[in-house]
């Protein structure tokens, strides 16, 4: 049998809020819709009513009843105050988007970073997205940032926020498999994220999350300065290629990305995560990856 709210004790309830913050849930919804308009319109009519005077007090207002006793707590006259459930008040949005001043920031930060840990400690330092304050950590990256190749993902999902690495849970052992059957791995090879900090419930980024966290990711980049790029999915794909095209479209074509004066070879593959939701289109994936083991065998001969 379902309890509701009501008849939960304190530790349940911090149980079941516990759950729900891990489950990723930001967001609290009714059975039914609720009209706020309609709450708000009667809110001004009992203000606007004249408010009752108090009657004459009457023998029974010294808190006794009927019988001349007085009622037990939580009683009148005999019959429980049964609490009525409150209405939930409106929900604040989620994805408040920063002013002017926190782009510029992040902007600022990211150019003042000559080493990747100084530019680990100004991301950490940064407060101006939204995402770091529902997050447990700043995921940053990991692998070898002297590698020739660095891969570049959407952002950090539940296992990653736990640990503070990216690519750790189901989708980074994936990721780690495909490494090997090309001859890498996280010794040689560079991993990161576009977003360094895990959006609620797994969502994906906001356009203006996006770019808050691009000055980062284009000088994490810059600092990294490896030979070839390859942007997994959609969100890193499309952000830093500039193009409104799909993933599914734009796989395995070889295009580049400028970074202060270099022209970098980059090429987009799908996401390991997409890939263990549509096992079939793995067999894409490893197209990509044996082109990209052709392009870094090409570097190496050259």
Not at 13 to 35: M, N
Not at 69 to 87: C, E, I, T
Not at 166 to 177: K, S
Not at 238 to 243: A, E, G, V, Y
């Amino acid at each position: 049998m379902t309890s509701t709210a009501l008849e939960m004790d304190t530790a349940e309830l911090a149980a079941l809020l516990h759950f729900y913050a891990e489950s990723g849930v930001d967001e609290l919804c009714e059975d039914a819709a609720i009209d706020r308009f309609e709450q708000s319109a009667k809110i001004l009519q009992s203000r606007s009513r004249p408010q009752p005077q108090p009657a004459a007090a009457a023998p029974a207002a010294s808190g006794q009843n009927s019988t001349g006793k007085l009622p037990l707590a939580g009683m009148s006259d005999g019959r429980k105050n049964v609490p009525q459930p409150l209405a939930p008040a409106p929900q604040a949005s989620q994805l408040t988007i920063p002013g002017a001043a926190a782009f510029e920031d992040a902007r600022a930060l990211a150019a003042s970073a000559s080493t990747i840990a100084e530019l680990r400690a100004a991301l950490d330092g940064f407060t101006g997205c939204n995402l770091r304050h529902s997050a447990k950590t700043l995921v940053f990256a990991d692998g070898n940032p002297e590698a020739d190749v660095m891969f570049i993902g959407e952002a950090p999902g539940r296992e990653e926020d736990l640990q503070g690495m990216p690519f750790v849970g189901r989708a980074g052992q994936l990721l780690d498999r495909m490494l090997a059957a090309i001859g890498l791995s996280r010794e040689t090879a560079y991993i990161t994220n576009m977003i360094p900090w895990r959006p609620p419930g797994n969502r994906t980024p906001a356009a203006h999350e996006i770019e808050l966290c691009r000055p980062f990711i284009e000088r994490h980049i810059a600092l990294a300065d490896p030979k070839v790029l390859v942007m997994l999915g959609n969100v890193a794909s499309k952000s830093l290629l500039d193009t409104d095209k799909g993933i599914l479209s734009l796989r395995g074509t070889w295009m580049s990305r400028k970074i202060g004066e270099r022209e970098i070879p980059a090429i987009p593959t799908l996401h390991p995560a997409y890939l263990l939701r549509n096992p079939a289109q793995k067999r894409l994936a490893w197209a990509d990856f044996l082109s990209l083991q052709e392009r870094l065998e090409q570097l190496k001969s050259d």
